[in-house]
Every structure is written in C-alpha cells, then in structure tokens.
C-alpha cells in the first residue's frame, strides 16, 4: 500500500515563502509523476504544479509561474514544492499526488485522473 506523507504547511504573511514535501513509501511500485494540487473551502481542487519523473519535464498552473517551484529526488521519491511571494488567495489545503499507472503528456500531467494515490493534505494560511 503506497502512502504519501507531506509536511511543511503553516501560516505566513503576504509575500512569505513555504516548502512542502512529499514522499511516497510503501510496496513496489513506479513513479510516472507527481503533482501538487490544492483546494480552497468552497472551491474544485485544483493542479498547482505537476513533474514528469522520467525527464524532469514540469507543468504550473498560470497563477504560480515565476513563484513556485516543485522539484524532485527520484532515489527518495521525493518531490517538493517551493512557494514564494505567496498571496492570501492560496490559502488552502495542498495535496500531494501520485501516478504509477502511465506516463502522462502535458494536457494529462495536471488531471486529478492521472493520479492514483493521495496525501492527507497540509494546509497553507496566508494572511496578514
């Protein structure tokens, strides 16, 4: 059974920074990706940023250009996301996610349907 645990979360300012991690342990099995998405109360779930494990190859959502990062160690199955200049707006819980199941191109790398293990969610506040 894959697990996910993520750490990092807390509160911050407006125009402070975070890191989250994420590693994924347990069984046999093959990365293909990881992503982290988020979910504001109220609001769909959403990919922020996503990595190709082969090729390093990575997707951001419009909003988060320029000020994350997600980055990753394939010999710990390790991926972490860098949060800079952050903004009240992306409070919210921030999830980590999994893809054994196929190497996903670019319109597929952010779909919630590409991943198919999930962590419990760190949340992030961000609020003067």
């Known amino acids: 059974q894959v697990q996910l645990v993520e750490s990092g979360g807390g509160f911050v300012r407006p125009g402070d920074s975070l890191r989250l991690a994420c590693t994924a342990s347990?069984?046999?099995?093959?990365?293909?990706?990881m992503a982290w998405f988020r979910q504001a109360p109220g609001k769909e779930r959403e990919c922020v940023a996503a990595?190709?494990?082969?090729?390093?190859?990575?997707f951001y959502t419009e909003s988060t250009k320029g000020r994350f990062t997600i980055s990753r160690d394939r010999a710990k199955n390790t991926v972490w996301l860098d949060l800079n200049s952050l903004k009240p707006e992306e409070t919210a819980v921030y999830f980590c996610?999994?893809?054994?199941?196929?190497?996903?191109?670019?319109?597929?790398?952010?779909?919630?349907?590409?991943?198919?293990?999930w962590g419990q969610g760190t949340q992030v506040t961000v609020s003067s």
């Open positions: 990595i190709r494990w082969s090729d390093n190859n990575k």
């Open positions: 347990g069984g046999t099995f093959t990365t293909y990706s």
């Open positions: 996610a999994l893809n054994t199941r196929w190497r996903p191109i670019q319109s597929t790398i952010k779909s919630r349907q590409t991943y198919d293990s």
